[in-house]
């Protein structure tokens, strides 16, 4: 089952889709050294772990966001960016990162696995990517990646003591992002919204989507106080995954679904057994299906004891592509919108 963008996220991304455009954990500098045109500036946040300081030697007034060029940004390695102008011409590697900078109305003029993302991942189902270049699918073509000179490169690291960001730097300054961007989208757009120049448009989108879910809390609080619901991933053949997702689950700033008793409350991604999801036995499951993997679900519903769920009985299991495990700004929204919109048309 699969359902198109939300208005609201439509709203907040369209103007994106219209742009067409080694080291150590030992701090280090260096610098971006943007040749783009001055342009708006950054508020300084507040918010994060990652801290950035504003420079005042030969610093330009910003406009209305109130930031002095050129800041320094101390990235997840402890790596010192002098940021000179805002960087327009962004690369990524990192699919987040590039959900991120759209709802920042920054287009990425490149990343690996383009072409994938835009032909399966259903946020962007609907959108124009034609201006991202794709870099290839695992390696990065750095060939291609200098000939488009991009300003800046956002890289995520999956062990920040073991970064290597050796040959990247040589085309232009890398930003590393470490474990906490994958399961905060908060977190994630403050930060890259200090590197990119856009806190201010930072806040509106949390802002946007905090109201959302105000607002579908309201919604589901009646047919559902007294229900449990569940979001799980189908990683491969008996791999069931969960995490407590404070979007869904917080009472107070989420959904305020309840999960079933026994459901993980860490908050990254827990693989559970299928006795597991017996104990916990929901009544309503979605089910987070990654594209080519669709065999597997059919597998599962052929399981006598996966046939034995209360959700399962009642017809309540429902089905996201893979955008419904990323916990990015993007597929968050999305997620939400599935989940709220069936949800109510079965109440």
């Known amino acids: ?38 342009s708006v500036a950054a508020e300084t946040s507040q918010t994060g772990n990652t801290a950035t300081e504003g420079s005042t030697a030969g610093a330009t007034a910003a ?42 109305d920054v287009m990425p003029i490149a990343t690996t ?3 994938h993302y835009a032909q399966t991942w259903d946020p962007f189902k609907s959108m124009d990517l034609s201006s991202v270049v794709d870099l290839g699918n695992n390696e990065v073509n750095l060939e291609l990646l200098a000939d488009l000179e991009p300003d800046i490169i956002l890289e995520q690291s999956y062990d920040i003591n073991k970064i290597d960001v050796g040959n990247l730097e040589k085309i232009a300054p890398v930003v590393v992002f470490g474990e906490k961007v994958k399961m905060d989208w908060r977190y ?26 105000a607002d579908s809390r309201v919604k589901l609080k009646e047919g559902y106080s007294d229900k449990k619901v569940m979001l799980m991933s189908l990683m491969g ?33 827990i693989q559970v057994s299928m006795e597991a999801l017996v104990e916990m036995n929901p009544d309503y499951l979605f ?56 949800l109510l048309a079965n109440k």
Not at 296 to 323: I, M, P, R
Request: neutral net charge; hydrophobic residues 35%; contains cysteine.
């Open 1 to 38: 089952m699969k359902k198109q963008l939300s208005l609201f996220l439509m709203t907040a991304i369209i103007s994106a889709s219209l742009l067409g455009c080694g080291s150590s954990k030992e701090t280090s500098e260096v610098s971006v050294n943007s040749s783009a045109a001055e």
């Open 63 to 104: 406009d209305a966001n109130n930031i002095k060029y050129p800041y320094k940004y101390v990235d997840a390695a402890n790596r010192k960016i002098t940021i000179g102008k805002q960087p327009v011409k962004v690369s990524i590697s990192y699919l987040p990162h590039w959900e991120t900078l759209m709802m920042l």
């Open 113 to 115: 696995q383009a072409k």
């Open 188 to 213: 994630s757009i403050r930060e890259i919204a200090k590197v990119v120049g856009k806190n201010k448009r930072a806040e509106e989108v949390i802002s946007e989507i905090d109201k959302k879910l």
């Open 237 to 269: 053949k008996d791999r069931y995954f969960c995490a407590y997702r404070p979007d869904l689950y917080d009472q107070e700033k989420g959904l305020g679904l309840n999960a079933p008793k026994g459901f993980p409350t860490e908050e990254t991604y």
């Open 287 to 342: 089910v987070n299906v990654f594209d080519g993997d669709e065999a597997l679900l059919e597998e599962l519903s052929q399981n006598s004891v996966w046939k034995s769920l209360k959700a399962v009985k009642d017809g309540h299991v429902f089905t996201l592509d893979g955008s419904g495990h990323a916990c990015s700004v993007t597929s968050t929204v999305h997620t939400v919108d599935f989940i709220v919109e069936t």
